[in-house]
């Protein structure tokens, strides 16, 4: 459990450093694996239409759209039940109320996707979001922990939602720039100059070495530097680190 309340810890952490869809991508991804998931997907149904960021097969999310599934899937057309959360796999099948709904749990199963759990997060009349884990393999220890992890699990959809709410489409801070650096990168930066390892900053911050690595490669990004040396360079002539 001290494993999944690090990689929990570390996922929150991480989000507070994303700013593009591929970093929600990569960062919800990796949350994903180190729950014991295969993939992950998050749903952000508007007026506009379907916003999607996902490390589902890109075969099986045009194949969804292209038949319409967002539009009948019982996990995403049931806001209104007692459960945020539904624990779902592809015996739904047996019940489900349409020879298209039936073939949509059939196709989930054709690109390997058996069971997993969604989150749905309805805010307003013409929006709707659901953050959903899923994975190839239905096993009792999976079960065990979807069932007694729902609260951390909820969590993790909810945060999820409201960082991506917040941030995809966002190009402007108070200043009318973007904020080039946050304030966990500039962190990681300033112990990069002092000649700290990530093993180390990773004890200095309380997180894994990995989420050490992910800010630094955000900070060289949103530098636009070639390496890391070049990143702590550019920060330093910027006036970003002390």
């Known amino acids: 459990m001290k494993d999944v309340k690090r990689a929990c810890d570390e996922f929150v952490d991480?989000?507070?450093?994303?700013?593009?869809?591929?970093?929600?991508?990569?960062?919800?991804?990796?949350?994903?694996?180190?729950?014991?998931?295969?993939?992950?997907?998050?749903?952000?149904?508007r007026a506009s239409g379907p916003n999607l960021i996902s490390s589902y097969p890109k075969s099986w999310t045009s194949h969804?759209?292209?038949e319409g599934y967002h539009n009948i899937d019982p996990v995403l057309q049931e806001p209104r039940t007692s459960s945020r959360m539904i624990h779902w796999d592809g015996r739904g099948a047996r019940s489900a109320r349409s020879a298209k709904e039936r073939r949509l749990f059939d196709d989930a199963l054709s690109f390997k996707i058996r069971t997993g759990l969604t989150i749905r997060i309805p805010s307003s009349q013409n929006q709707f979001a659901a953050f959903t884990l899923a994975a190839d393999d239905r096993s009792l220890g999976l079960d065990r922990f979807i069932e007694t992890?729902?609260?951390?699990?909820?969590?993790?959809?909810?945060?999820?939602?409201?960082?991506?709410?917040?941030?995809?489409?966002?190009?402007?801070?108070?200043?009318?720039?973007?904020?080039?650096?946050?304030?966990?990168?500039?962190?990681?930066?300033?112990?990069?100059?002092?000649?700290?390892?990530?093993?180390?900053?990773?004890?200095?911050?309380?997180?894994t070495p990995r989420g050490v690595k992910f800010h630094l490669d955000n900070a060289r990004r949103n530098l636009a530097a070639l390496t890391l040396p070049h990143a702590v360079a550019l920060a330093f002539r910027q006036g970003l680190l002390p």
């Open 64 to 66: 969804y759209f292209r």
């Open 149 to 207: 992890s729902q609260d951390m699990l909820e969590m993790v959809g909810l945060t999820y939602h409201a960082h991506v709410s917040a941030k995809i489409g966002r190009t402007s801070v108070d200043d009318g720039s973007i904020s080039p650096l946050t304030q966990r990168e500039r962190q990681c930066l300033a112990w990069i100059s002092d000649g700290k390892t990530m093993q180390d900053i990773a004890e200095l911050l309380d997180v």
């Open 14 to 45: 991480c989000l507070h450093s994303a700013h593009t869809e591929d970093d929600f991508r990569r960062i919800a991804e990796r949350t994903a694996h180190a729950l014991g998931f295969r993939w992950f997907a998050y749903l952000g149904q």
